[in-house]
């Protein structure tokens, strides 16, 4: 894939990613501020149903108490008129009179002490009555045209007896319902607060009102006048502009009062919050799959990128390793051709050595190849037997010890484990000696020093390997195992490989049930740690 192609494919995959991210993020957002408004409307509702059951409760108690009074002290009203109206109305066709006449009195109620409050000495009360009657005549028609003028008439009524009398007698209701309205609204008003509501009720009823209606979470409250806090609130209210709502409570006829009920939720976000939950853990998690998924892809097409560099740098060395052994073979075989050399019997064998060599080395080269393709399919047969390591470890650097002096170097044994008997594949596990002791060389820039050590922890037996050649950096400890990884080696261009040798050497060391690790500065050396478990 293009490298920049594959940039604006991740910058791409980035940005939609993003995008979903944000798009959850707005819906989540969204959903509580309408649960927000939702909310606020819900409690205003009920909190006007609470100051409507505050008054109403007031009322009731105002009444009970009022006419407890009444029938308790038996008072005995005064009455009085105030006004007489008087109506006639005669059908000429007829000779039917009719006298119609109302008189409104009043019930003046003075009651001494007061039932609310002993400090005041009196209260007074009217009650309104009206008495109504309809006479009715019915004169012969001279007699009603004689008497037609209104002096005759009136002595004509006063002589007469009605032939028919309409009486009826009751109270003037609105007047007495405005008049006791007024009375009830002047009285109250004169009291402090707390007489007119405790904290214990005030509680009760939001209490109530609350869960009937579906809102359980916690609350305060509060009853301010004229802005100022009263004695009639919650112990931990607190005036919260984004938790608290409102509404005027103890209004007055004119709908007037200086009293405001405030209602506070402080874990107002949490109860809101917890109706969203389980879609936003779904949202989440949806949200989370994708992400995995995304990184998982842009993992997949790294390494797929980093495959396709080590493939290629793995052809470009496995091309460089078999052209000198095909380039050394093919000069060898047409200077045997020579007739000056072929009557030669010692230049003869030379070459023919040397064909002999670069052959054994491509041949390994494809061995280690072969070998680490049936690791894989797991076809590769390896047969384990009691063996004793330190005595393989001695077999092992007989294999390089050659080359260690041929760049005259050296190699050092400290053999200290008592206890060496493992059961491992003793050619293959000496080939990973053999591959980690041949890293070493090939990295050590001088004369190559190399210590090999063992010892015993618990049932253990560890191997350490260790150089002091160029070492390497973090990142390659990390990847050093790795199939095809190979780490740049800068000016160190007579290090050949094909990054397959240690990959052989983790292959093996896991099918032994065993651990491999490193331990490595840049410029300090490196050193192979493996643990192989003993036989009991």
Same mark, same amino acid.
């Given at each position: 894939?293009?490298?920049?192609?594959?940039?604006?494919?991740?910058?791409?995959?980035?940005?939609? &990613?993003?995008?979903?991210?944000?798009?959850?993020?707005?819906?989540?957002?969204?959903?509580? *501020?309408?649960?927000?408004?939702?909310?606020? &409307?819900?409690?205003?509702?009920?909190?006007?149903?609470?100051?409507? @059951?505050?008054?109403?409760?007031?009322?009731?108690?105002?009444?009970?108490?009022?006419?407890?009074?009444?029938?308790?002290?038996?008072? #005995?009203?005064?009455?009085?008129?105030?006004?007489?109206?008087?109506?006639?109305?005669?059908?000429? @066709?007829?000779?039917?009179?009719?006298?119609?006449?109302?008189?409104?009195?009043?019930?003046?109620?003075?009651?001494?002490?007061?039932?609310?409050?002993?400090?005041?000495?009196?209260?007074?009360?009217?009650?309104?009555?009206?008495?109504?009657?309809?006479?009715?005549?019915?004169?012969?028609?001279?007699?009603?045209?004689? !008497?037609?003028?209104?002096?005759?008439?009136?002595?004509?009524?006063?002589?007469?007896?009605?032939?028919?009398? *309409?009486?009826?007698?009751?109270?003037?209701?609105?007047?007495?319902?405005?008049?006791?309205?007024?009375?009830?609204?002047?009285?109250?008003?004169?009291?402090? #607060?707390?007489?007119?509501?405790?904290?214990?009720?005030?509680?009760?009823?939001?209490?109530?009102?609350?869960?009937?209606?579906? #809102?359980?979470?916690?609350?305060?409250?509060?009853?301010?006048?004229?802005?100022?806090?009263?004695?009639?609130?919650?112990?931990?209210?607190?005036?919260?502009?984004?938790?608290?709502?409102?509404?005027?409570? &103890?209004?007055?006829?004119?709908?007037?009062?200086?009293?405001?009920?405030? *209602?506070?939720?402080?874990?107002?976000?949490?109860?809101?919050?917890?109706?969203?939950?389980?879609?936003?853990?779904?949202?989440?998690?949806?949200?989370?799959?994708?992400?995995?998924?995304?990184?998982?892809?842009?993992?997949?097409?790294?390494?797929?990128?980093?495959?396709?560099?080590?493939?290629?740098?793995? *052809?470009?060395?496995?091309?460089?390793?078999?052209?000198?052994?095909? !380039?050394?073979?093919?000069?060898?075989?047409?200077?045997?051709?020579?007739?000056?050399?072929?009557?030669?019997?010692?230049?003869?064998?030379?070459?023919?050595?040397?064909?002999?060599?670069?052959?054994?080395?491509?041949?390994?080269?494809?061995?280690?190849?072969?070998?680490?393709?049936?690791?894989?399919?797991?076809?590769?047969?390896?047969?384990?037997?009691?063996?004793?390591?330190?005595?393989?470890?001695?077999?092992?650097?007989?294999?390089?010890?050659?080359?260690?002096?041929?760049?005259?170097?050296?190699?050092?044994?400290?053999?200290? !484990?008592?206890?060496?008997?493992?059961?491992?594949?003793?050619?293959?596990?000496?080939?990973?000696?053999?591959?980690?002791?041949?890293? $070493?060389?090939?990295?050590?820039? @001088?004369?190559?020093?190399?210590?090999?050590?063992?010892?015993?922890?618990?049932?253990?037996?560890?191997?350490?390997?260790?150089?002091?050649?160029?070492?390497?950096?973090?990142? $390659?400890?990390?990847?050093?195992?790795?199939?095809?990884?190979?780490?740049?080696?800068?000016?160190?261009?007579?290090?050949?490989?094909?990054?397959?040798?240690?990959?052989?050497?983790?292959?093996?060391?896991?099918?032994?049930?065993?651990?491999?690790?490193?331990?490595?500065?840049?410029?300090?050396?490196?050193?192979?740690?493996?643990?192989?478990?003993?036989?009991?």
């Amino acid at each position: 894939m293009n490298k920049y192609k594959f940039k604006f494919l991740v910058v791409l995959m980035s940005l939609s &990613l993003i995008g979903i991210i944000l798009v959850q993020l707005y819906w989540i957002n969204t959903s509580y *501020i309408n649960n927000d408004n939702q909310f606020k &409307l819900h409690v205003t509702q009920i909190i006007g149903k609470v100051a409507d @059951q505050i008054k109403d409760r007031e009322r009731y108690d105002y009444d009970k108490k009022f006419n407890e009074f009444i029938n308790k002290t038996g008072k #005995i009203p005064g009455k009085k008129d105030i006004k007489e109206i008087f109506y006639f109305e005669k059908d000429k @066709q007829t000779n039917r009179e009719i006298v119609y006449s109302n008189t409104i009195s009043f019930e003046d109620y003075n009651l001494k002490g007061s039932f609310f409050d002993s400090k005041k000495e009196s209260i007074s009360l009217r009650n309104y009555t009206s008495k109504r009657r309809t006479e009715i005549y019915h004169g012969d028609k001279q007699s009603f045209d004689d !008497a037609f003028d209104t002096e005759s008439s009136r002595s004509f009524r006063s002589e007469s007896v009605p032939d028919e009398i *309409i009486e009826k007698e009751g109270e003037i209701d609105e007047i007495n319902r405005i008049t006791y309205n007024m009375l009830f609204n002047d009285m109250v008003a004169s009291y402090p #607060i707390e007489k007119r509501i405790t904290n214990d009720q005030l509680k009760e009823i939001l209490t109530e009102q609350f869960l009937e209606n579906g #809102i359980n979470t916690h609350f305060e409250y509060g009853i301010y006048s004229n802005g100022l806090s009263t004695t009639i609130k919650s112990s931990n209210f607190v005036y919260d502009e984004n938790k608290t709502y409102s509404v005027p409570i &103890l209004q007055d006829l004119e709908n007037n009062t200086k009293y405001q009920l405030y *209602i506070s939720f402080p874990e107002k976000s949490k109860y809101l919050f917890s109706d969203l939950l389980p879609f936003v853990l779904i949202s989440l998690l949806f949200t989370f799959v994708i992400i995995a998924a995304y990184i998982s892809a842009i993992n997949q097409l790294i390494k797929q990128r980093q495959i396709s560099e080590i493939k290629t740098d793995f *052809i470009n060395n496995m091309t460089h390793e078999f052209k000198t052994p095909i !380039a050394t073979i093919n000069l060898a075989l047409d200077a045997i051709k020579n007739p000056k050399i072929i009557d030669d019997n010692e230049k003869v064998m030379r070459y023919l050595q040397m064909i002999r060599d670069e052959n054994k080395r491509m041949h390994a080269q494809i061995e280690n190849i072969l070998r680490i393709s049936k690791l894989e399919k797991r076809e590769l047969d390896i047969q384990k037997e009691k063996t004793e390591i330190n005595e393989l470890v001695e077999i092992a650097l007989d294999h390089v010890m050659l080359i260690i002096e041929d760049r005259e170097g050296e190699a050092r044994l400290h053999l200290n !484990a008592v206890r060496d008997t493992a059961l491992v594949s003793p050619m293959h596990f000496t080939n990973v000696l053999v591959n980690i002791l041949d890293n $070493a060389i090939k990295y050590s820039i @001088q004369a190559p020093q190399i210590d090999i050590y063992t010892e015993n922890v618990k049932d253990f037996i560890l191997i350490r390997i260790q150089d002091q050649g160029a070492g390497m950096s973090k990142v $390659a400890q990390k990847r050093i195992f790795e199939k095809f990884y190979r780490e740049h080696t800068g000016d160190l261009h007579n290090v050949k490989g094909h990054g397959l040798g240690l990959a052989y050497v983790k292959q093996i060391i896991d099918d032994h049930n065993a651990h491999i690790y490193v331990e490595s500065e840049k410029g300090k050396g490196s050193t192979f740690v493996i643990k192989l478990p003993l036989i009991n």
